[in-house]
C-alpha cells in the first residue's frame, strides 16, 4: 500500500478550462479572483479556478433570463433540444478518458472506476433525458361545468443547481439533464473542491450545439457565489445536493428571498441488514462495497451495518480480512479500489470520528490511521460491537469507516434501522422473501436495495425520506421538479 501511495504518477491530462462559463463564453471573475483547487493524492495546485461571486452569479443569471425569454432556447423545439442532449452524450463518450482522467485528478477516485462508470453514466443520462425531452406534455381533463380545460407543462425558467464534490459529473448530469429536457435555463455552481469537469463538460455541450446562456457554470464558495444563486430574486426554482446542513441554508435563503421551490438531496446514515439465512461471503462483499465505495463518500453509503447475532462473529471476521486486502493507492495506477479522500478537511474530520469511536468504546477491528504518508489517504477502517447511540452510528462520516452493530430479529433491527434523522436508502440482504417484503416495507427510506447495493439507473428515482431531502431526482419523477402546470379554462359555449 505505502509504495503505491507515495509515488504519484502524471495525470495523463491537461486542464484547458478554469474560467467561468457566462452566456456561452469563459470569462475572468468580476473580481479578478481565482481559488487553487488541489489533487487530493499531494495536497498539491492543480490549477487556480476563476472564483465567481454575487457579481457573477447576477451577470449569469441575467444571461440565463435572457435565453429563457428571448434566446433561441424557447423557440427550439422539443425534438431540437434532445438532439443537442444525444450529441452531447456522443462528445462525453468520444473524451471518455480525459473527462475520467480530469475527475480523478480533482476528486481523487480510481481512474478505471471514473472511466468505466462515471462517466458512462453520464452519457448514459444525458441520452434518457433526451429521449424524454419530445415526450413532455400537458393533459386535457374533464371538468363538471360546461368547460374546456387543459392543463400545460411548463419550463419553470432559470433554475439555480448546487452540487457537490463526491460525484461531480454525475450530479452535473442528474442536474442538468431533467432540467434542459424540460426546456429551463441554468445557472450552475460546481463543488469547490473539484471544479474542473463541470466546465469541460458545459464546453461540449456548446459543442453540441447548445445555445448561449442556456447553461452558465459558475465556479466558487457556497458562501458566497452558492448563497447569492439560493438568494437571487431571479431565479425560478433552486436545486441542491449536499449536506443536510447546508441544504437547510439553501430552504431558508430561498424562502427569505422569492419563495422558489426547493429540492434537496442530503445525507444519510443508511442501514444494510444481513439476515441470518444469507450467503455470509456474498453479504461480506455487498456491505465492504455498500460502505466502502467511493472512498466512503457517498450519500447513501451502507454506513450502519446490522447483522443478525447467528452470523455475527463469522461476518465480523470476514469484514475485517476484506478490509485488509483492499487495495489503497494512487487512483490513476490499475487495479486501485480506494484513492484519497478528497481534501485535508474531509481527511481531519473522518480521523476525529474513528477516534470518537474508540473513545465512545466501539472496536477498532482494522484501519485508523492515515495510509502512507502524503496527501489524504485513510486505511479501510472496521469497528465492531457498535451501539446505536454512539457518535459513528448515528453521524454521516463519508469515509472508509464501516460500523458494525448486531441484532436479534426483524421487529428489533427494524424499530433501529429508522431510528435516524436520516431516511436516504437501506441495503438488506436475506433469501427469505417474507423478510425481504417485510423489511421493503417497513423502512422508511426512499431506496431499498435488496440483495444489491448502489445499483443507479437512469430510470430509477433517488431521494431522501426525512432529513435526506426533498424531491427525487432521476426518473420520470424528476421531471416535475423542472415543469410548471399551468391550468387554462374555456367556456364550451356562450351562456
Ligand atoms: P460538504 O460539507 O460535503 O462540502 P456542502 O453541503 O457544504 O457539503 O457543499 C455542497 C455544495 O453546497 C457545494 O457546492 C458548496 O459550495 C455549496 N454550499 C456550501 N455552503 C453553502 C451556502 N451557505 N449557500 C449555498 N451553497 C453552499
Known amino acids: 500500500t505505502a509504495a503505491a501511495i507515495e509515488d504519484p504518477v502524471a495525470p495523463p491530462v491537461q486542464v484547458n478550462y478554469t474560467k467561468l462559463l457566462i452566456n456561452g463564453k469563459f470569462v475572468d471573475s468580476a473580481s479578478g479572483k481565482t481559488f487553487q483547487t488541489l489533487d487530493p493524492r499531494t495536497g498539491e495546485v492543480i490549477a487556480h479556478v476563476a472564483e465567481g461571486d454575487a457579481e457573477d452569479i447576477n451577470c449569469a443569471v441575467r444571461a440565463a433570463r435572457k435565453a429563457f425569454d428571448e434566446g433561441p432556447w424557447p423557440k427550439m423545439t422539443a425534438y431540437e433540444r434532445s438532439r443537442i442532449l444525444l450529441r452531447f452524450a456522443d462528445l462525453i463518450d468520444k473524451h471518455n ?23 458512462p453514466m453520464l452519457s448514459r443520462l444525458m441520452r434518457y433525458y433526451a429521449g424524454w425531452a419530445d415526450k413532455i ?68 455541450l456548446h459543442e453540441a450545439g447548445l445555445p448561449e446562456g442556456v447553461l452558465n457554470v459558475v465556479s466558487g464558495f457556497g458562501p458566497t457565489a452558492g448563497a447569492a444563486l439560493a438568494s437571487h430574486m431571479d431565479v425560478d426554482k433552486i436545486a441542491f445536493t449536499g449536506s443536510t446542513e447546508t441544504g437547510k441554508i439553501i430552504q431558508e435563503l430561498a424562502a427569505r428571498s422569492n419563495l422558489k421551490p426547493v429540492t434537496l438531496e442530503l445525507g444519510g446514515k443508511s442501514p444494510f441488514i444481513i439476515m441470518d439465512d444469507a450467503n455470509i461471503d456474498h453479504a461480506v462483499e455487498l456491505a465492504h462495497f455498500a460502505l466502502f465505495f467511493n472512498q466512503g463518500q457517498c450519500c447513501c453509503a451502507g454506513s450502519r451495518t446490522f447483522v443478525h447475532e447467528n452470523v455475527y462473529d463469522e461476518f465480523v471476521e470476514k469484514s475485517k480480512a476484506r478490509a485488509l486486502k483492499r487495495v489503497v493507492g494512487d487512483p490513476f495506477k490499475n487495479g486501485i479500489e480506494q484513492g484519497p479522500q478528497i481534501d485535508g478537511e474531509q481527511f481531519s474530520k473522518v480521523l476525529r470520528y474513528i477516534r470518537a469511536g474508540v473513545d465512545s468504546g466501539a472496536t477498532l477491528v482494522t484501519g485508523g490511521e492515515r495510509a502512507g504518508s502524503k496527501g489524504f489517504y485513510i486505511q479501510p477502517t472496521v ?89 427525487r431526482e432521476k426518473g420520470i419523477d424528476s421531471l416535475k421538479n423542472y415543469l410548471q402546470v399551468k391550468a387554462v379554462v374555456t367556456p364550451l359555449r356562450n351562456s
Not at 478518458?97 to 462517466?119: C, H, R, S
Not at 469507516?401 to 437501506?426: H, M, P, T, W
Request: glycine fraction near 8%.
Open 383 to 471: 469497528f465492531s460491537d457498535v451501539k446505536d447511540n454512539m457518535v459513528i452510528a448515528q453521524e454521516e462520516i463519508f469515509g472508509p469507516v464501516q460500523s458494525i452493530l448486531k441484532f436479534k430479529d426483524l421487529n428489533e433491527v427494524i424499530q433501529r434501522a429508522n431510528a435516524s434523522k436520516y431516511g436516504l436508502a437501506a441495503g438488506v440482504f436475506t433469501n427469505n422473501l417474507n423478510t425481504a417484503n417485510t423489511l421493503m416495507r417497513a423502512l422508511r427510506v426512499g431506496t431499498v436495495w435488496i440483495n444489491c447495493f448502489d445499483v443507479f439507473d437512469a430510470a430509477i428515482p433517488f431521494g431522501g425520506y426525512k432529513m435526506s431531502g426533498v424531491g
Open 137 to 204: 406534455h400537458g393533459l386535457i381533463v374533464p371538468a363538471d361545468g360546461p368547460h374546456h380545460v387543459q392543463v400545460l407543462h411548463e419550463p419553470i425558467g432559470v433554475v439555480g443547481q448546487i452540487i457537490p464534490w463526491n460525484f461531480p459529473l454525475l450530479m452535473f448530469a442528474w442536474k442538468v439533464g431533467p432540467a434542459l429536457a424540460c426546456g429551463n435555463t441554468i445557472v450552475l455552481k460546481s463543488a469547490e473542491q473539484t471544479p474542473l469537469t463541470a466546465l469541460y463538460a458545459a464546453k461540449l
Open 97 to 119: 478518458d480525459e473527462l475520467a482522467a480530469l475527475e480523478t485528478w480533482d476528486n481523487g477516485k480510481p481512474y478505471e472506476q471514473a472511466a468505466k462508470i462515471e462517466v
